[in-house]
RNA sequence: GGGGACGUAGCUCAAUUGGUUAGAGUACCGGACUGUCGAUCCGGUGGUUGCGGGUUCGAGUCCCGUCGUCCUCGCCA
C-alpha cells in the first residue's frame, strides 16, 4: 500500500481540476455496477464525488466489482469532466468524476445493521438501534451537519464574549454536594471512605466566587449534571453556557444576551433576530398564557372571566369562586366541529389533559351562528353571555374551554391546554417543517431547470424570544411545609420587596429572569445576593438553621464578607439552542453519544456494575 | 412513582372478525448488462412475531405478567 494519503476532500473538486492526478479518501456510499463501469460514490464529512472505475484494467475493474458499501477508500486517479448529459447540478461536484488508475482498500465493512446513506423516501432506523450503534449514526450527513453546527455555535459564543473582554475560566467538576435543587451524581470518595464528591447541578458557587476574586466577567461552556427523569429536552448531562458579571444590573445581563442571541442566529442560521427581546413579568406570562415559557408564535391566550362566573348559575363555578378561586377560559377560535361533544365529556380528549394538571373538570360551550351551546349554557343569562361574548371576542364556530379552580390548577391547566391546542389546530408551524416543504419543492424545479438548488432560508419571524421576570422568589412546598427557591437560594430580593422577605414571603419578588424561545426556556438567571446579611436571611426563610447554613455554605458566606462586588449572571442551555438551531424536538439529536430515556448509554452500556474490589477501595457495600 | 404509545426478516413496514405455508420494499448473495448516479432486469438466502404464562379446535392478533424503547405528569433550586 503505498500514497494513499489525500490531496482533496470528497466535496472539494471542480471543473477547475480537471486534468488533474488527486488522491480521494472516504466511505463508500453507495456502488453502480453497469458492465463496463463501476461508479462508486465516495463520501466523506466534506461531500461526495463519484469515482469510475473502467473495464480497460480487468485487475482494477475485478477489484472495485468487490467493494461494498462503507468500506473505507483510497482512490488515485485523474478529474474528469462528466460525460455530455451525465452532470448533476444537485452536488457542488457534480460535473466532474475521477477516472480511477489504483486504489487501496484501507478498511472493509461487512453490512451494516442500519442504513446511513439517508435516501429521501427511507424511513430512518429506529433510535435504540441508532443508539447502540452511534458511531454509525454520527457516519450520516444529517448528524454530521448538525455537530458542525454545534462547533460553530460554541465558536460564535466564545469570540463573541472574548471581543468583550470576557475569560473562559474552569470550574471543579469533583464538587461539594448542595441541598436543594436536583438529584446528585456522586462521586465516592477513596482516601475518605464513606465521603462524596457531588458533580456539579451547575457551576454557580464556583462563579460566584470568582466574582468575589475580581474576575468581573467570566464564562464557561460547562457540563452539568442532575440526577432527574428525562423529557424529550433533557439529558442527564447537559452543557450551558454560563455566564457572570460583576458590578451588573438585570438589564446589563439582558442586552448583553440579546447580542449573542442575535449573533448566534446570524452565523448559524443567517436570521436577524430583532432586538432588543419583548418582556413580560412571570405575573404577566402566567395569567395570559398559563406558563412561565410560552410559545408566543401563536394567540390563544387565557382570559379571567371569575367575575362573569361569579353572577351565573353554574354551581361548579360559584362554589369555586366562593372558596377563593378563578374561572379562566380560552377561546380555541373556530374549534367547535373538531371536538364532538364526546370528546369535551369527562374522560374526553381535552378533560384528560385538563386533568393531567390536576383540574377537576373542563367547562365548555361552543359558538353555534349566534348562540352559545353545551351542557352549562343554559346557567348563564343573556345578559351575561353578551358579556362573555364580548370578553373572549367569540365568532361562530368557537369553542370556548374554562376551568374553574385555584389561581395555579386553572393556569397550569389552561397552559397546558393552549399547548396541546397549539400543535391541534395547527396554529403554527416549525421553521422546519416550512424547510422540508420547501426543499422538496425546490429540489423538483432544481433538477428540471439543471441549475443547484437554492436553499431554504429561516425567517426572523419564526423565532419568537421573550424575557420572563420578576419571577417569585419563593414557592410554598406543601409536602415538606416550607419555602422553595423558585430560581435557586443565591438569587437577589428586588429591593422593594426586602422587607416582604420577612414579612410575606410568598410576595417577594426576586432579581431573576428567565429567556424564553418557541415555548422553551432556553436560559435564567439573576442577580444574586452580595450581602451576607441578606444570604443568611433566605437560607433562614428555607428552613436552613444558622448552624447547617454555616456547615453547608460557609465559604460562601465567608467570601460574601470578604468583599463581594454585586454582580449576577445567566446560563444558556445550549442543547436546546442547538436543537432550536438544527430544527429538532430531541435533544439527543445534538449530542454526539447521548444517553436514553432512563439515563443508560446504549452503545457502551452504562452504568454498570463494577469489580468488587474497586468497592471495597471505596469503602462501599452495595445494597 | 403515575398515564399513554409501540415491539413481526439485518432495516422500514404489512398481515381482514382469532383461521391455510406470516408477506412487501430494502439490504445481502448469485447472474445479465457500454455512462450510471438510490441504475435496471432475472433468481436466491433470510422469521423463537421481545420474553413467559393463559384463553381457544386454532393466537402475530384476545387476556395476565415481564423486559425494552419513546412521549408525558410528578420531578428537574
Given at each position: 500500500m503505498v500514497e494513499w494519503q489525500r490531496t482533496h476532500t470528497c466535496g472539494e473538486l471542480r471543473e477547475g481540476h480537471v486534468g488533474q492526478d488527486v488522491t480521494l479518501t472516504g466511505w463508500v456510499l453507495i456502488t453502480r455496477n453497469y458492465g463496463r463501469q463501476v461508479f462508486v460514490d465516495?463520501?466523506?464529512?466534506?461531500?461526495?464525488?463519484?469515482?469510475?472505475?473502467?473495464?480497460?484494467?480487468?485487475?482494477?475493474?475485478?477489484?472495485?466489482?468487490?467493494?461494498?458499501?462503507?468500506w473505507v477508500l483510497s482512490v488515485k486517479g485523474t478529474v474528469?469532466?462528466?460525460?455530455?448529459?451525465?452532470?448533476?447540478?444537485?452536488?457542488?461536484?457534480g460535473r466532474v468524476e475521477v477516472l480511477a488508475k489504483a486504489f487501496n482498500v484501507l478498511n472493509e465493512c461487512p453490512p451494516l445493521p442500519f442504513s446511513v446513506t439517508e435516501f429521501p423516501d427511507e424511513e430512518p432506523a429506529g433510535e435504540e438501534l441508532r443508539l447502540q450503534y452511534r458511531y454509525l449514526d454520527l457516519r450520516r450527513r444529517t448528524l454530521q451537519r448538525v455537530l458542525a453546527l454545534r462547533h460553530r455555535m460554541n465558536k460564535t459564543i466564545r469570540d463573541f464574549l472574548d471581543a468583550r473582554g470576557f475569560l473562559e475560566l474552569e470550574t471543579p467538576l469533583l464538587g461539594k454536594s448542595t441541598p436543594e435543587g436536583a438529584r446528585d451524581y456522586l462521586v465516592?470518595?477513596?482516601?475518605?471512605?464513606?465521603?462524596?464528591?457531588?458533580?456539579?447541578?451547575?457551576?454557580?458557587?464556583?462563579?460566584?466566587?470568582?466574582?468575589?476574586?475580581?474576575?468581573?466577567?467570566?464564562?464557561?461552556?460547562?457540563?452539568?449534571?442532575?440526577?432527574?427523569?428525562?423529557?424529550?429536552?433533557?439529558?442527564?448531562?447537559f452543557t450551558q453556557l454560563d455566564v457572570e458579571v460583576s458590578f451588573a444590573e438585570r438589564d446589563d445581563i439582558l442586552s448583553l444576551m440579546e447580542g449573542l442571541a442575535a449573533e448566534v442566529f446570524r452565523t448559524c442560521l443567517g436570521v436577524e433576530v430583532p432586538v432588543p427581546f419583548p418582556r413580560m413579568t412571570y405575573a404577566e406570562v402566567m395569567a395570559r398564557y398559563g406558563s412561565d415559557k410560552p410559545d408566543l408564535r401563536y394567540g390563544l391566550e387565557v382570559v379571567d372571566v371569575t367575575d362573569l362566573a361569579a353572577e351565573s348559575e353554574f354551581g361548579v363555578f360559584k362554589s369555586a369562586v366562593?372558596?377563593?378561586?378563578?374561572?379562566?377560559?380560552?377561546?380555541?377560535?373556530?374549534?367547535?366541529?373538531?371536538?364532538s361533544n364526546t370528546a369535551l365529556k369527562p374522560g374526553g380528549e381535552l378533560p384528560k389533559i385538563a386533568e393531567t394538571f390536576k383540574a377537576k373538570g373542563l367547562a365548555w360551550m361552543k359558538a353555534d351562528g349566534d348562540k352559545l351551546t353545551g351542557s352549562i349554557e343554559k346557567?348563564?343569562?343573556?345578559?351575561?353571555?353578551?358579556?362573555?361574548?364580548?370578553?373572549?371576542?367569540?365568532?361562530?364556530?368557537d369553542l370556548l374551554l374554562f376551568v374553574a379552580d385555584k389561581p395555579e390548577v386553572?393556569?397550569?391547566?389552561?397552559?397546558?391546554?393552549?399547548?396541546?391546542?397549539?400543535v391541534a389546530l395547527k396554529l403554527y408551524r416549525n421553521w422546519w417543517e416550512e424547510k422540508a416543504e420547501y426543499d422538496?419543492?425546490?429540489?423538483?424545479?432544481?433538477?428540471?431547470?439543471?441549475?443547484?438548488p437554492v436553499p431554504y432560508q429561516p425567517r426572523p419571524d419564526q423565532f419568537r424570544f421573550l424575557w420572563v421576570v420578576d419571577f417569585p422568589m419563593f414557592a410554598w412546598d406543601d409536602e415538606e411545609k416550607r419555602w422553595a427557591a423558585i430560581h435557586h437560594p443565591f438569587t437577589a430580593p428586588m429591593d422593594e420587596d426586602l422587607p416582604a422577605l420577612e414579612s410575606d414571603p410568598g410576595k417577594a419578588r426576586a432579581k431573576a429572569y428567565d429567556l424564553v424561545l418557541n415555548g422553551y426556556e432556553v436560559g435564567g438567571g439573576s442577580i444574586r445576593i452580595h450581602r451576607q446579611e441578606v444570604q443568611s436571611a433566605v437560607f433562614g426563610l428555607l428552613g436552613?438553621?444558622?448552624?447547617?447554613?454555616?456547615?453547608?455554605?460557609?465559604?460562601?458566606?465567608?467570601?460574601?464578607?470578604?468583599?463581594?462586588?454585586?454582580?449576577?449572571?445567566?446560563?444558556?442551555?445550549?442543547?436546546?439552542?442547538?436543537?432550536?438551531?438544527?430544527?429538532?424536538?430531541?435533544?439527543?439529536?445534538?449530542?454526539?453519544?447521548?444517553?436514553?430515556?432512563?439515563?443508560?448509554?446504549l452503545m457502551t452500556g452504562a452504568p454498570a456494575p463494577v469489580d468488587p474490589r474497586q468497592l471495597k477501595d471505596l469503602g462501599i457495600r452495595p445494597a
Open positions: 465516495l463520501r466523506d464529512r466534506y461531500g461526495l464525488t463519484q469515482v469510475v472505475f473502467e473495464a480497460d484494467d480487468p485487475a482494477l475493474f475485478e477489484a472495485a466489482n468487490r467493494v461494498g458499501r462503507e474528469r469532466k462528466r460525460l455530455e448529459g451525465a452532470a448533476r447540478e444537485n452536488i457542488p461536484t465516592p470518595s477513596r482516601v475518605f471512605p464513606g465521603e462524596f464528591f457531588a458533580l456539579p447541578q451547575s457551576p454557580q458557587l464556583y462563579k460566584q466566587l470568582l466574582m468575589i476574586a475580581g474576575y468581573d466577567k467570566y464564562f464557561q461552556i460547562a457540563r452539568c449534571l442532575r440526577d432527574e427523569d428525562l423529557r424529550a429536552d433533557r439529558q442527564p448531562e366562593a372558596a377563593g378561586g378563578v374561572v379562566r377560559a380560552i377561546n380555541a377560535v373556530g374549534a367547535a366541529d373538531k371536538y346557567f348563564f343569562p343573556e345578559p351575561l353571555k353578551a358579556k362573555l361574548r364580548e370578553r373572549l371576542n367569540v365568532k361562530p364556530g386553572a393556569a397550569d391547566a389552561l397552559g397546558g391546554l393552549r399547548a396541546h391546542l397549539g422538496a419543492a425546490e429540489e423538483e424545479k432544481a433538477k428540471a431547470e439543471k441549475r443547484p436552613m438553621e444558622a448552624e447547617e447554613a454555616r456547615k453547608r455554605f460557609g465559604f460562601l458566606l465567608d467570601a460574601l464578607k470578604s468583599g463581594a462586588p454585586p454582580h449576577g449572571g445567566i446560563a444558556l442551555g445550549l442543547d436546546r439552542w442547538c436543537m432550536l438551531l438544527a430544527g429538532t424536538t430531541n435533544i439527543r439529536d445534538v449530542i454526539a453519544f447521548p444517553k436514553n430515556q432512563k439515563a443508560r448509554d
